[in-house]
């Protein structure tokens, strides 16, 4: 989080949504990994724990309808379920060696990824377009390192990985409540 972004003094509405977005960014996480290690070791939670990782996107859904509206709202939740199902279908196309298919989830991945940071700006005066791409891109390369190093065999770096993550989405999170405290002026 950069400070500057951000008023001396934080008001409870302001700390609560903060703690939304933190909260909502941090299972986003969680539960990707939780879905990669369930898909790479074939484990048998499988279902459930990608039923859990597809109510995310609904979670913020619920997180964002107050300020934007139930239709708006859906629009991302739709963006998220592709940016996890391209991203299941990645790790499953990797472990299954056709690296044709995985190339071309990435690449709709990737695009996708842009497609957030377009309809993130477009609903958001404070929130930057490039500042989402890159911020996504950054999640991207860094989900699919986790994803590679856990196929590889190579978990010490999986973990090290992981917290990258987590402190990665941590700023998109906090960038996700400055640019509404900014457009919602809550005190």
């Not at 629009?75 to 190339?103: C, N, P, V, Y």
């Not at 989830?105 to 477009?122: G, M, P, Q, T, V």
């Not at 860094?142 to 990985?161: F, H, I, K, N, P």
């Amino acid at each position: 989080m950069n400070p500057e972004n951000f008023p001396d003094k934080i008001t409870r509405a302001q700390l609560e949504l903060m703690n939304t977005f933190r909260l909502l960014w941090e299972q986003h996480d969680v539960w990707t990994r939780a879905t990669i290690s369930s898909l790479v070791f074939a484990l048998p939670d499988v279902e459930p724990v990608v039923a859990r990782l597809l109510r995310n996107p609904e979670d913020f859904e619920m997180g964002l309808s107050p300020f934007y509206g139930r239709r708006t709202a859906a629009q991302f939740r739709e963006l998220l379920q592709e940016h996890l199902l391209l991203a299941a279908d990645i790790i499953t196309a990797s472990k299954e060696g056709d690296e044709e298919a995985a190339q071309e989830a990435k690449r709709l991945w990737y695009a996708n990824a842009e497609a957030i940071a377009d309809f993130l700006s477009s609903i958001n005066p404070f929130w930057s377009r490039r500042l989402w791409q890159r911020m996504m891109f950054a999640h991207l390369d860094l989900v699919l390192e986790e994803a590679v190093t856990m196929l590889r065999g190579d978990y010490q770096v999986s973990v090290s990985v992981y917290d990258e993550i987590e402190l990665q989405s941590l700023m998109m999170a906090d960038e996700m409540s400055r640019g509404i405290i900014a457009q919602f002026h809550i005190r």
